[in-house]
């Protein structure tokens, strides 16, 4: 297990490569990534293991897991995981929190059903 900066740019963040489960049994790597974690509020996995089973396992580092209630979203393997994935034909639009946002806009986010998110949702959307 390697851990870098994200890019000498940033002072956030922190990026680890080759972690592999047998790392995840030792107390010394579970607690340097979650100091890591807390130090710099963003750890980037790369070039490790990443089957589902790892996933939880190094999920678990972080603290006790919970279910998603939305069952339609649940790993087929693993009910500790949840798949996030976009729906539609246009990869560009982002929903999040009931507003929408199409990459080509630069006007910020709309509301769905019309406004900008900062009009209350009051204005129609051209």
Same mark, same amino acid.
């Given at each position: 297990?390697?851990?870098?900066?994200?890019?000498?740019?940033?002072? $956030?963040?922190?990026?680890?490569?080759?972690?592999?489960?047998? *790392?995840?049994?030792?107390?010394?790597?579970?607690?340097?990534?979650?100091?890591?974690?807390?130090?710099?509020?963003?750890?980037? $996995?790369?070039?490790?293991?990443? *089957?589902?089973?790892?996933?939880?396992?190094?999920?678990?580092? $972080?603290?006790?897991?919970?279910?998603?209630?939305?069952?339609?979203?649940?790993?087929?393997?693993? *009910?500790?995981?949840?798949?996030? /994935?976009?729906?539609?034909?246009?990869?560009?639009?982002?929903?999040? $929190?009931?507003?929408?946002?199409?990459?080509?806009? /630069?006007?910020?986010?709309?509301?769905?059903?019309?406004?900008?998110?900062?009009?209350?949702?009051?204005?129609?959307?051209?």
């Amino acid at each position: 297990m390697d851990v870098n900066g994200l890019s000498e740019s940033l002072v $956030f963040g922190r990026k680890i490569t080759g972690l592999v489960a047998a *790392d995840l049994g030792d107390e010394s790597i579970v607690r340097e990534l979650r100091d890591l974690w807390v130090r710099y509020g963003l750890i980037v $996995f790369r070039d490790g293991q990443c *089957d589902p089973d790892f996933q939880v396992a190094l999920s678990r580092c $972080f603290g006790e897991l919970q279910v998603h209630a939305v069952k339609e979203m649940l790993h087929p393997e693993r *009910d500790e995981l949840f798949v996030a /994935k976009g729906g539609g034909t246009d990869s560009s639009l982002l929903e999040a $929190f009931g507003y929408t946002r199409k990459s080509e806009r /630069k006007s910020g986010l709309r509301r769905k059903g019309g406004g900008d998110a900062g009009d209350g949702g009051t204005k129609p959307t051209p």
